[in-house]
């Protein structure tokens, strides 16, 4: 929930390039990395909540699977919604072109964020 709501969070604010950072957070990626973004209190809070080994293992049972992909549909269709709510009123070019850049970009964040995940 914390992690969706982070996600919103920084949609609605158009910081698209920190959907990269919580991803990498989400999925603990390069937690002994010293240029690590996030402060290694984030990963150990995670880890005490439910351990990467276990996040690995629930990610890979089919209900889960099915449960997050559910939960990862409704979240960015909303996301759609909210930052282009209406069709015929007109989106700003600074926002279309901010738009188009985080779609370039959301598979490369993705895959590095998941790099070190089976």
């Known amino acids: 929930r914390e992690h ?10 158009l910081q ?3 959907v990269e950072t919580l991803w990498k957070t989400f999925w603990r990626f390069n937690m002994n990395q010293p240029s690590e973004t996030n402060p290694l209190a984030v990963h150990d809070e995670a880890e005490k909540r439910l351990p990467k080994a276990c996040l690995v293992v629930l990610s890979k049972y089919d209900p ?3 449960w997050t992909k559910d939960c990862d549909n409704m979240l960015y269709q909303g996301l759609v919604e909210i930052l282009i709510p209406d069709v015929l009123r007109p989106i700003p070019s600074a926002l279309t072109q901010a738009i ?4 370039k970009s959301l598979e490369s964040w993705l895959t ?4 070190n995940i089976p």
Do not use: Q
């Open 64 to 66: 889960v699977l099915k």
């Open 100 to 103: 188009r850049n985080f779609a």
């Open 4 to 13: 969706c709501e982070a996600i919103v969070d920084v949609m609605v604010n």
């Open 16 to 18: 698209f390039t920190l």
């Open 112 to 115: 590095n964020a998941m790099m």
